[in-house]
């Protein structure tokens, strides 16, 4: 199926535009310049019923209008964030770039493929998974003070850099501040909802795009963020896009970002 994105005019109705093509997606999406810090992004999909997975994995919700954006974010990011448990559930492995796309990088001045960075107190990964072996560019784990030193050092074995950046939970503050020492400053996250919720609880969430599958799923999936307490944080809608099978793609900003 060829996905054929529209901008949508939010009003009583949609109006439909003109069909957009990937360099009008990489201006929608482009990142703010001169912010002197980190600008991080989030990036989900959920079901018109708020589910974030079917069968424990978000690829049954996806579309090719949502492939699409999801590659145009990569592209644009100098670094790709996942919890820990988000890269085993979903056999992460590295970010890949065509030709065309490490061109377009490197005349922004990125590197050629932005690095997956884990986040994961407890440093439980396995440095056999795809994470590791199927990749261009060393992983990066950032982790606490109680993950496990012989795990940390099997994990440097298999090639990820290591950063030990928080004594216990590693909080958005942590995360935040070592990616700005790295020169890392246009930051996709891609979940999961733990990280997504104590990122927002932490107050670093500048923005949110999320995609809204056509289907409804039902059973116990969770929602998109999850944490202890709620984090009511003012959003300002930046775009709505809109595909015929019926995906929503939907770009949120913070309030006092705009």
Do not use: K
């Not at 060829?2 to 005019?9: A, E, G, K």
């Not at 056509?214 to 059973?219: D, F």
């Amino acid at each position: 199926m060829i996905d054929h994105v529209q901008r949508l005019d939010n009003a009583t109705y949609f109006t439909r535009n003109e069909p957009l093509g990937d360099e009008d997606l990489r201006s929608l999406y482009g990142y703010p310049s001169g912010r002197g810090r980190p600008w991080l992004r989030v990036n989900f999909v959920s079901s018109i019923d708020g589910a974030v997975a079917v069968d424990g994995a978000s690829a049954g919700l996806g579309t090719p209008a949502d492939q699409r954006v999801f590659g145009i974010l990569r592209e644009l990011a100098d670094a790709v964030v996942v919890g820990g448990g988000t890269a085993r559930a979903e056999d992460y492995g590295g970010a890949r770039m065509s030709a065309a796309e490490v061109e377009r990088r490197r005349s922004r001045g990125q590197s050629d493929v932005p690095p997956i960075v884990v986040v994961t107190a407890s440093g439980r990964l396995d440095p056999g998974s795809r994470l590791f072996t199927d990749t261009v560019v060393a992983p990066i784990v950032l982790t606490s003070a109680r993950a496990d030193a012989g795990q940390l050092t099997r994990l440097q074995d298999a090639g990820a850099e290591v950063a030990v950046i928080a004594d216990a939970a590693v909080g958005g503050r942590e995360l935040v501040a070592t990616l700005r020492r790295r020169g890392l400053y246009r930051v996709l996250c891609e979940g999961g909802p733990g990280l997504f919720g104590a990122l927002l609880a932490d107050g670093v969430v500048d923005e949110v795009c999320l995609t809204m599958s056509p289907q409804l799923v039902a059973g116990a999936a969770g929602r998109i963020a999850v944490s202890p307490a709620a984090s009511p944080t003012p959003m300002r809608r930046a775009h709505v896009l809109g595909d015929d099978d019926g995906t929503l793609l939907t770009r949120w900003v913070r309030a006092d970002d705009a």
